[in-house]
């Protein structure tokens, strides 16, 4: 009886010290702001969920084109997944979030963004 009580707590003590909460989280911010100027942002970000609890998946892109005869582009190239936990494959883990803003504010700006995201 001791012993089974024993092995509960130690593997409780395992499973609570795993990374099993980990979050992704990637923030990416291109400004093109003030008089004549241009910003160009590339990006690919992978982020893959860990863990039986594993955290969400969260990107979020932002592209601004502020002032005057400004220009911004941003290509954002996103990949995320999930871990599959459960007989249903019910998923067990965070969500997966991907949010983009473009904005051309003022005169004469002008504010690309191509965006692909993937999400299992």
Do not use: E, H, W
Not at 105 to 120: E, H, L, M, R, S
């Amino acid at each position: 009886m001791i012993r089974t009580s024993l092995l509960a707590g130690f593997a409780t003590l395992a499973l609570l010290s795993a990374p099993a909460m980990a979050q992704n989280i990637t923030s990416l911010n291109n400004t093109a702001a003030g008089i004549g100027n241009v910003a160009k942002q590339n990006a690919f970000t992978m982020q893959r969920g860990g863990g039986f609890l594993g955290g969400p998946n969260v990107v979020t892109m932002g592209n601004t084109a502020a002032g005057v005869g400004n220009l911004a582009v941003q290509n954002g190239t996103v990949l995320q997944k999930t871990p599959r936990v459960g007989p249903l494959g019910a998923p067990v883990g965070g969500p997966n979030m991907f949010d983009a803003n473009n904005l051309a504010a003022g005169v004469g700006n002008f504010a690309k963004q191509n965006a692909y995201g993937i999400q299992k």
